[in-house]
């Protein structure tokens, strides 16, 4: 079982070499250069505090809850 089990991780791992190449991603680059890239930065960036703010609004009720009981 060990060794199968290290056969497949190896064999992952090469497959993460090979999608290594020293090429510019050309999609990054055409966004950066037309200047939609900072659209999509702002976009997560706004998505994220979403997020942190939902997930501690939910922690303070969940600690009144507790309080409580």
Known sequence: MKKILLSVLMLFLSTFLFAQTN????MADQMRSSGKIYVVIATIVI???GLAI???????RLKKIEREN
């Open 23 to 26: 090429n510019g991603v050309e």
């Open 47 to 49: 998505v994220f505090i």
């Open 54 to 60: 939902y997930l501690f609004t939910i922690d303070r």
